[in-house]
């Protein structure tokens, strides 16, 4: 139904206030009495054997959304009830941002892709944080953070730093994302020595807190082996708890899509389908350059219960989606879930 009726009207409209329009919606639908009990009854597969246990955290099954999603947490109470194990909110910035000029998000159909130049639009780290204390589900929550635009890399590590304590009190774990290609000189931050920096730093805050948070690092699919080593190398300086692989990607390499087209659309990250060999790639080569080392957390072109399958059997502990959501609907997770399981 929704890939035979519903996706085609939705994709008959801006792909950014379709994005708003289904939140108002799923909000609606949700309030409704009995509504949110019978969407958990459709899209969740309830199940001890999909339940994981990574960095002191228990997921009750390894499927997430990645952030981008509801990154001013908004709408986490309403999305557990479509099967996710876990939810990532942000990218929050210490100030509220509008992010870079409309139009910014685009569909590629043929390629079952997107391309967007958000610009870590968000409320703020502050009003996410206000907003995550109005949790009433169980839901493992990840605070992705980053910094401000107008902020220079001179700069950047106090932004992160404010980030951090903002969120510590109400998110599961971390994520810090330095791989963006949508912010202004962004991923300059991945040079190692700026990266041990930051990663000491909110290591030495998370000690100092009464109860500790995990933190993970979010990295491009376009790092080259050199640089994927150096990150396995980074993970046992820093002592993090993990990697996540990967976020959108500059490449516009093998488009169904005509170029014209794509060139028309000009700067944006990647996601979708064409991503999704690329992601696999650099979570197998991480997983078993470091003997699995680290949990891994695998993103990036899954749009069917094989291709998250090929993740976890690449080296993944767990699985986030996003943009096969907006394809593939609702019934994505649950499908995993139930591939999942019969694979025991």
């Known amino acids: 139904m929704y890939k035979a009726i519903i996706r ?102 043929k390629d079952q892709a997107l391309i967007n130049r958000m610009g870590f639009n968000n409320l703020g780290a502050d009003a996410i944080a206000k907003n995550l204390r109005n949790k009433k589900t169980k839901l493992i929550i990840g605070g992705n953070i980053g910094k401000n635009t107008a902020t220079s890399n001179d700069d950047a590590l106090a932004d992160y730093v404010y980030n951090f304590e903002a969120l510590h009190d109400v998110v ?29 730093t909110l290591k030495d805050i ?12 979010k990295i491009a699919p376009d790092l ?28 516009r390499e093998n488009l169904k899509t005509p170029s014209a087209e794509v060139e028309a659309i000009a700067n944006g990250g990647l996601s979708g389908k064409p991503l999704k060999d690329r992601s696999t790639e650099v979570i197998k080569y991480l997983s078993t350059k470091s003997n699995k080392a680290f949990p891994i957390i695998g993103v990036g072109g899954i749009h069917s219960a094989q291709d998250a399958m090929e993740k976890i059997e690449a080296g993944a502990d767990l699985v ?17 879930n139930q591939a999942i399981l019969s694979h025991k």
């Not at 050199?226 to 490449?251: F, M």
Request: glycine letters at 6%; proline letters at 6%; hydrophobic letters at 40%.
């Open 8 to 109: 085609p009207i939705l994709f008959l409209f801006d792909p950014e206030k379709v994005h708003y329009f289904t939140f108002r919606l799923i909000k609606i639908i949700n309030a409704i009495p009995g509504l949110g009990a019978l969407n958990r009854k459709m899209f969740t597969v309830e199940d001890k054997r999909l339940e994981r246990e990574l960095f002191g955290l228990k997921f009750k099954n390894p499927v997430g959304i990645a952030a981008g999603f509801d990154k001013n947490a908004v709408l986490y109470n309403q999305l557990e009830n479509y099967g996710f194990g876990f939810l990532e909110v942000g990218t929050a910035t210490p100030k509220p941002q509008i992010g870079n000029p409309k139009k910014r998000l685009f569909r590629l159909k």
């Open 172 to 200: 599961d774990y971390f994520v810090v994302n330095v791989s963006c290609p949508n912010v202004k000189n962004l991923t300059k931050l991945q040079d190692t020595p700026f990266l041990t920096e930051l990663l000491n």
């Open 206 to 217: 998370d000690a100092s807190k009464k109860v500790q948070r995990p933190i993970l690092l």
């Open 224 to 251: 080259n082996d050199s640089q994927l080593d150096e990150i396995i190398e980074l993970v046992a300086a820093t002592k993090i708890d993990g990697i996540i692989a990967c976020n959108t990607t500059t490449s």
């Open 320 to 336: 986030q989606i996003y943009t096969g959501f907006i394809y593939e609907g609702p019934k994505l997770v649950k499908r995993i």
